[in-house]
Nanobody
Framework: QVQLVESGGGLVQAGGSLTLSCAAS????????MAWYRQTPGKQRDLVAT???????NYVDSVKGRFTISRDNDKYTVYLQMNNLKPEDTGVYYC?????????????WGQGTQVTVSQ
């Protein structure tokens, strides 16, 4: 299994921006569809955005126009640029490889990175 390490979270005011990074450990990364997920306390981990190996992107409706997923295959890294953040974006963000319909590929998750958006 590819090891994934997320970083870049923090505390930001509503309307602010953050960029998350997820570094993978293996060049298999190049062939994987990658995804960002968000988990809030007491809730399941939900899909936020995906990007295929051909850099085709997809987003859940709540983040369209505000978030941008991208990847650098040379650095084995996927990013999530988050603009105009809202309090409801608060949560722990995780990356994983994705299967059809955005289901996570790997059972083991990284530590995630906390994003907190204040009013």
């Amino acid at each position: 299994q590819v090891q994934l390490v997320e970083s870049g979270g923090g505390l930001v005011q509503a309307g602010g921006s953050l960029t998350l990074s997820c570094a993978a450990s293996d060049n298999i990364f190049r062939s994987l569809t990658m995804a960002w997920y968000r988990q809030t306390p007491g809730k399941q981990r939900d899909l936020v955005a995906t990007i295929t190996s051909a850099k085709i992107t997809n987003y859940v409706d709540s983040v369209k126009g505000r978030f941008t997923i991208s990847r650098d295959n040379d650095k084995y890294t996927v990013y999530l640029q988050m603009n105009n953040l809202k309090p409801e974006d608060t949560g722990v963000y995780y990356c994983n490889a994705a299967r059809a319909a955005g289901r996570p590929l790997y059972d083991r998750w990284g530590q995630g990175t906390q994003v907190t958006v204040s009013q």
